[in-house]
């Protein structure tokens, strides 16, 4: 018996239209909280913040019971890299805070991370983890632009991370971003560096999301006790950076920006998907 990879979910342009609708708020949600960052504020208060928002918006928080996880927003502070449960700890000045959210409109998911610093940066280093970890994230989108296969963005976000920092910073190897769409997860896997396989082929209606994930030095890491916190283990720090994507026949419209990625892409020579909701 052979056992054939997941079938990967194209969307109708009338369902990448709802899908931006998820993915705009979302990214007004992140909008949000950056204006709530601050010394003294708790992971918790963060959390009820927005969960409130996204309830009070007639949508529904995808992350909050998802394989029993007890929060709306992964928080990840310092070398906590991913799945950090919000909870009593308060930020402090120069704590690097990655939060990470998703909510449900109508039946379609968006996801999106944002990573922080609080205050003023501790280092040169920590402002360089941050900003690399975003520059990965835009070259792993522009490369999906013209990409024959998923691996491609893979492909390009290692690339990016090797030149900017050497050997500086590590991927958090085993994980990676995903399709989107009726689900949370679900086909095909995006992985932040070259896999054996490449993939498969893009297409437009894919919807993908993707989420670089660094941490400085070795990158060696444990599961927490919880089964969620993935915390590092050499003595560095973390950051994440994610949107979701649509592939459309006229481009790419980057679901969870404001501007559907127009900016970004345009830096890179690339032109962004006309927005349905412009």
Known sequence: ?????????????????????????????????????????????????????????????????????????????????????????????GDIVSIDGGLIIDGWHSDAARTHIVGAPRSVGDEDLVRITREALWAGIAALASADRVGDVGAAIEDHVTEAAGESLAHLEGFGGHGIGTAMHQAPDVMNYRTRSRGPRVKAGMCLAIEPMLIQGSGDWVLEDDDWTVRATGGGRAAHAENSVAVTDEGLLVLTEADGGAAELARRGIVAAPDPLA
């Open 1 to 93: 018996m052979s056992i054939l990879p997941e079938r990967v979910e194209l969307k109708t342009p009338e369902q990448i239209l709802v899908m931006r609708r998820s993915g705009l708020l979302l990214d007004r949600v992140h909008a949000m909280l950056e204006e709530n960052i601050r010394p003294g504020i708790t992971t918790a208060e963060l959390d009820r913040l927005a969960h409130e928002m996204i309830r009070d918006e007639g949508a529904t928080p995808n992350f909050l019971g998802y394989h029993g996880f007890p929060a709306t927003l992964c928080i990840s502070v310092n070398e906590i890299v991913v799945h950090g449960i919000p909870g009593s700890r308060r930020l402090a000045e």
